[in-house]
């Protein structure tokens, strides 16, 4: 038999993560409902072209990092690393063209063989936005401040700062390509192996190199902004402008290039120093090309990405979970009269716990163990008065309570 280790970079999401990760999906969805975004989902796999011809051939994630496999029926599949590949072949499958511009939410896993540690997955999960066909720089900013929103209300944005990147127009990119191409053969004799890889094939990625010697070598290297179009440069403009006008603080970082090959103009992250390592909390940028790419019609889109796992790391014990009432027969009788008693508040909407078992003792442990509000008790004497005694667990005081207005009194321990 296999081990019966879970699979490495992937885990267990026990009920403390998931309802953490619950509160943050729930906050996400529900504020990029108020920007009109709707909830859509893509499957979680897809032919392996719809990520291949779009995320860059010489990106980490196509060269790397995706699970893929030939399926039963011969098929190159992969399961999807990220969700924005997906949105856009949704609306080239699904004839969407015609509904734009189309503002999407998702939530679910996506996978990468990447080096697991505090923060990376090899599933991980992800909330995320698209707005797709909308070509001015207002959409950059709307989808930044919900971002921003969706932070705040996490109470998580006071941990972070936003970074923000022109990655210009295709002429404008490809100018600058030619002057990195100059800069880097130069000196490639003191690159690291992937950055001489990559000097021909995406000589951009190069600028984000984690490699020491690499480093020292791009903080040399010449700006981006004077190879920008004067196109280029208003548009990165307006997106600075309508930040600063929402108050939303950002700072430039002109070496940030993003691991995916899709994005044009905009590129940002919201990044924190509170997750050791992975600094990236929410990333995303402007993709422009993607569902032309993809050989679908040209479909302007911008958009994020979250990390639900590093969300969930940084708000700590999350939202309380409520506080249920533990329902505690002593004998015969009154187990009876509690399991009817304990199905009529759970169908009333109470959150109520019946220990299967145990004498007083036992069964006042458990209501300690899962935390409960108060407890009902059902003894003898109870039930010769048609009554329970409520016990408040917090304040240890109790009363006797008539079966008629037990449910009734029980709202105040909600
Ligand atoms: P990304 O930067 O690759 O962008 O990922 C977005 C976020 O997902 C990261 O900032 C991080 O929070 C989380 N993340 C990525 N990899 C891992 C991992 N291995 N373990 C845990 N969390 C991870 C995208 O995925 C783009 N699709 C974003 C986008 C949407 N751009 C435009 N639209």
């Given at each position: 038999?296999?081990?019966?280790?879970?699979?490495?970079?992937?885990?267990?999401?026990?009920?403390?993560?998931?309802?953490?990760?619950?509160?943050?999906?729930?906050?996400?969805?529900?504020?990029?409902?108020?920007y009109?975004y709707?909830?859509?989902?893509?499957?979680?796999?897809?032919?392996?072209?719809?990520?291949?011809?779009?995320?860059?051939e010489?990106?980490?994630?196509?060269?790397?990092?995706?699970?893929?496999?030939?399926?039963?029926?011969?098929?190159?599949?992969?399961?999807?690393?990220?969700?924005?590949?997906?949105?856009a072949?949704?609306?080239?499958?699904?004839?969407?063209?015609?509904?734009?511009?189309?503002?999407?939410?998702?939530?679910?896993?996506?996978?990468r063989?990447?080096?697991?540690?505090?923060?990376?997955?090899?599933?991980?999960?992800?909330?995320?936005v698209?707005?797709?066909?909308?070509?001015?720089?207002?959409?950059?900013?709307?989808?930044?401040?919900?971002?921003?929103?969706?932070l705040?209300?996490?109470?998580?944005?006071?941990?972070?700062?936003?970074?923000?990147?022109?990655?210009?127009?295709?002429?404008?990119?490809?100018?600058?390509?030619?002057?990195?191409?100059?800069?880097?053969?130069?000196?490639?004799?003191?690159?690291?192996?992937?950055?001489?890889?990559?000097?021909?094939?995406?000589?951009?990625?190069?600028l984000?190199?984690?490699?020491?010697?690499?480093?020292?070598?791009?903080?040399?290297?010449?700006?981006?902004?004077?190879?920008?179009?004067?196109?280029?440069?208003?548009?990165?403009?307006?997106?600075?402008?309508?930040?600063?006008?929402?108050?939303i603080?950002?700072?430039?970082?002109?070496?940030?290039?993003?691991?995916?090959?899709?994005?044009?103009?905009?590129?940002?992250?919201?990044t924190?120093?509170?997750?050791?390592?992975?600094?990236?909390?929410?990333?995303?940028?402007?993709?422009?090309?993607?569902?032309?790419?993809?050989?679908?019609?040209?479909?302007?889109?911008?958009?994020?990405?979250?990390?639900?796992?590093?969300?969930?790391m940084?708000?700590?014990?999350?939202?309380?979970?409520?506080?249920?009432?533990?329902?505690?027969?002593?004998?015969?009788?009154?187990?009876?009269?509690?399991?009817?008693?304990?199905?009529?508040?759970?169908?009333?909407?109470v959150?109520?716990?019946?220990g299967?078992?145990?004498?007083?003792?036992?069964?006042?442990?458990?209501?300690?163990?899962?935390?409960?509000?108060?407890?009902?008790?059902?003894?003898?004497?109870?039930?010769?008065?048609?009554?329970?005694?409520?016990?408040?667990?917090?304040?240890?005081?109790?009363?006797?309570?008539?079966?008629?207005?037990?449910?009734e009194?029980?709202?105040?321990?909600?």
């Amino acid at each position: 038999m296999a081990s019966l280790q879970p699979v490495r970079g992937t885990h267990d999401i026990l009920p403390d993560e998931a309802r953490r990760a619950r509160h943050v999906t729930d906050k996400g969805r529900k504020i990029a409902e108020r920007y009109g975004y709707e909830e859509a989902a893509t499957p979680i796999f897809e032919f392996s072209d719809v990520f291949t011809r779009t995320l860059g051939e010489t990106s980490d994630i196509v060269t790397k990092e995706m699970y893929t496999f030939t399926d039963k029926g011969g098929d190159q599949i992969t399961l999807r690393p990220e969700g924005t590949a997906g949105i856009a072949r949704a609306l080239i499958s699904g004839g969407l063209s015609q509904k734009l511009p189309l503002k999407f939410f998702y939530a679910g896993p996506m996978f990468r063989y990447e080096r697991p540690q505090k923060g990376r997955l090899r599933q991980f999960h992800q909330i995320g936005v698209e707005l797709l066909g909308v070509a001015e720089p207002v959409g950059d900013v709307e989808v930044i401040a919900l971002g921003a929103a969706i932070l705040d209300e996490l109470g998580v944005q006071g941990n972070t700062q936003l970074e923000l990147n022109t990655l210009g127009n295709t002429e404008s990119r490809m100018a600058y390509r030619d002057v990195l191409v100059e800069y880097f053969s130069d000196r490639s004799g003191e690159l690291s192996e992937d950055s001489k890889l990559r000097l021909h094939r995406n000589p951009l990625r190069i600028l984000d190199s984690k490699n020491e010697s690499d480093r020292a070598i791009v903080s040399g290297a010449p700006e981006f902004d004077e190879s920008l179009d004067a196109e280029s440069h208003d548009f990165f403009a307006e997106v600075c402008a309508g930040l600063d006008s929402l108050e939303i603080a950002w700072h430039r970082n002109s070496r940030l290039v993003r691991g995916l090959d899709y994005y044009c103009h905009t590129a940002f992250e919201f990044t924190t120093d509170a997750l050791g390592a992975q600094s990236a909390l929410l990333a995303g940028g402007r993709y422009d090309g993607l569902v032309e790419k993809m050989g679908g019609p040209s479909t302007p889109g911008v958009g994020w990405a979250s990390g639900i796992e590093r969300l969930s790391m940084l708000i700590g014990e999350g939202p309380e979970q409520p506080r249920a009432i533990a329902i505690i027969p002593l004998g015969d009788a009154a187990e009876a009269v509690a399991l009817k008693l304990t199905d009529e508040l759970r169908r009333a909407g109470v959150a109520a716990d019946l220990g299967f078992r145990g004498k007083m003792k036992q069964r006042m442990k458990r209501a300690n163990n899962i935390n409960a509000r108060a407890a009902v008790i059902l003894g003898n004497i109870e039930l010769d008065q048609s009554a329970a005694t409520i016990r408040d667990l917090d304040s240890g005081e109790q009363e006797l309570v008539p079966l008629t207005t037990l449910r009734e009194r029980l709202k105040q321990f909600r």
